[in-house]
Every structure is written in C-alpha cells, then in structure tokens.
C-alpha cells in the first residue's frame, strides 16, 4: 500500500525565528520537536540576527523565540504582515502550539 499525496502532505508551517547563544530558542526547538512527534509539521527556521534577515531582525531582535504558525499552502511569511499572523513567542508550550495548528487547520477546510 502506498500513502497517498494528501497524506504526505502537513496542513500547517511553523516558521520559528530565533538567534544564536539564545537558551529560550534551544527550549522552543525542543517543544516543536514534541510537537512534531504527534502533529508533523512543515518548518522553517529565521536567524533573525543575519544581514539578510534585516527585516526580521527589526520585528523580533529582543522577542527571539517567536514562531508563525500557518497553512502550508498560504505563500512564506513576509515582514509587512507579521501583525496577522498566528503566533506564540517566548515561552510556549506544545499543548499552546498543537492548539494554535488546529486554528489554523480549521480555518483551511
């Protein structure tokens, strides 16, 4: 038996901004991994601290870790529209982020 495309496919991306020697984003990567184990997930990590991130860097330098939470079929996230997105940012939990992914996955159907 082979798993169809639809089963391949994760309903939601989580998009995790973070920097380095930043001990709450090694904790936030940890949680997304429980997360992962029972919700998998399409991700995406920001260095928000990289010359090209400068957008980013401008949002989120002092609030690192934040994640995006959204429907893997919307387009990658833009800083311009950070103020709509679905997001947790510091401290969070796997229960505060499977609940945020069901949002998401309800507002899809």
Do not use: G
């Not at 991306?13 to 997304?32: G, P, W």
């Amino acid at each position: 038996m082979y798993p169809s495309v639809r089963l391949l496919q994760h309903a939601c991306r989580i998009t995790l901004f973070t920097r380095a020697n930043c001990s709450l984003c090694t904790k936030a990567k940890q949680t997304l991994s429980e997360v992962w184990d029972v919700k998998p997930f399409e991700f995406k990590e920001i260095d928000v601290m990289r010359p090209e991130e400068k957008n980013w860097r401008n949002l989120y330098e002092f609030d690192t870790p934040v994640i995006h939470i959204n429907s893997s079929k919307k387009s990658d996230e833009l800083p311009e529209l950070a103020s709509q997105a679905k997001k947790l940012m510091h401290r969070f939990s796997a229960e505060e982020v499977k609940a945020k992914m069901n949002v998401i996955e309800n507002e899809t159907v």
